[in-house]
């Protein structure tokens, strides 16, 4: 038993979906919750206007009667309101009428840093529009509808996950950026109390727990480094310095291993950073070439963030959510959330660890 996800949509396209699989049955959602998360993603210093336009709200088409898993996929629509700004441009099928809004001017100035350029040559395309649109991080609205499913799912083994911006002055640094018409970057850190020692396993290197992290959250927009715990600063300190002694009571004093020794949860507190680049957007374009004449010319602009290190936050959150969740599913299976939790119950009951952390 594991849980999956897959998502769909563009960023100026009809609507963003998400279908999960692998829920138990009977788990009762809280549709004001995965709401209240899609906008905290849409919060946050220095975000484009585009924000204003979108009020992401979450619809389910699938898996959910009265407010209950079914046990079956759970297939979540978060519409774009912008589209109807882009429905020629960003038609599904051949539009008629004459081109109208935006999207109508095929792009061919790659911005450096993002997928332009790359996704043009690796598709075959002749407007960059066809690769950014699904590079965009617009996306992410699927990923923390799904991420809040994760969390309610968590909560049942009272397993709380809270993402955070980790770095300091960020609104100064972002108001001299916007000034300069530059963006920033920044770090962010998820936080998940309540994780039981032993999800994720030291057997091979896909079930290791730090590494299905790091991937769900290097898999995030913008994000170039990820650590767990004390993570690269490990590597100046000395052995005596780095490890978490083990005190009666199987207690730890440090969590310097942020919560995961060999790949296993340990039931400290798991805590994963991770780096936001500077977005590629810039209103002060950077130097690129013309695919079409393949002249030096300016990159693209378009309306875009200056920083979204607090959206990130709430992203890498469901990220960490999600990811924990499927570990959870995989230890404790079971067709029914009473299946789930007894079997979760069972385990605690067996190992010697408490709830303080
Ligand atoms: C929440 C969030 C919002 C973002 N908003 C923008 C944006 O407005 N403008 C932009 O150029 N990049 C933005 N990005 C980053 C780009 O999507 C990303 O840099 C691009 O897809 C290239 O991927 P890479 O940076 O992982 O290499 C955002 C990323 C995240 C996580």
């Not at 788990?27 to 209240?36: K, T």
């Not at 789930?340 to 067996?350: D, S």
């Amino acid at each position: 038993m594991t849980l999956r996800l897959t998502t769909a949509g563009e960023s100026h396209g009809p609507a963003l979906v998400a279908i999960v699989t692998g829920l138990p049955a009977g788990l009762v959602l809280d549709r004001g919750a995965i709401d209240g998360d899609l906008a905290r993603r849409q919060e946050g210093y220095g975000r484009s206007p585009r924000q204003r336009i979108e009020t992401d709200r979450v619809e389910v088409l699938a898996g959910l009667r009265h407010g209950r898993t079914l046990g079956t996929p759970l297939a979540l629509v978060v519409r774009n309101r912008d589209h109807e700004n882009w429905a020629w441009g960003m038609s599904p099928w051949p539009p008629e009428g004459e081109p109208a809004g935006k999207g109508t001017k095929a792009v061919t100035v790659p911005r450096p840093g993002h997928a332009d350029l790359a996704g043009a040559l690796k598709f075959g395309l002749d407007d960059v529009r066809d690769a950014l649109e699904r590079a965009s991080a617009r996306q992410t609205a699927a990923h923390v509808a799904a991420g809040s499913v994760a969390k309610q799912l968590l909560r049942e083994l009272e397993v709380e996950v809270q993402g955070a911006v980790a770095t300091d002055d960020l609104e100064r640094r972002i108001d001299e950026a916007r000034a300069d018409r530059d963006t920033v970057g920044g770090v962010v850190e998820v936080r998940a109390r309540g994780v039981p020692p032993g999800l994720g396993s030291y057997a091979a290197k896909d079930e290791r727990l730090d590494a299905r992290l790091a991937a769900a959250v290097m898999g995030i927009q913008a994000v170039k480094g990820v650590e767990i715990g004390t993570g690269f600063a490990l590597a100046d300190i000395r052995g005596s310095q780095a490890h978490d002694e083990i005190l009666p009571g199987f207690t730890r004093e440090t969590n310097r291993a942020g919560g995961i020794e060999a790949g296993v949860s340990n039931g400290e507190e798991i805590v994963v950073r991770a780096a936001m680049k500077p977005l590629p957007t810039l209103m002060r374009p950077l130097q690129t070439v013309d695919l079409e004449t393949g002249e030096p010319a300016e990159a693209l602009v378009e309306r875009s963030d200056v920083a979204a290190v607090e959206a990130l936050a709430v992203v890498a959150e469901a990220a960490v959510a999600f990811e924990l969740a499927r570990a959870a599913r995989e230890k404790f299976g079971g067709d029914s959330l009473a299946d789930f939790l007894a079997a979760h119950r069972a385990y605690l009951e067996r190992i010697p660890w408490s709830r303080t952390r």
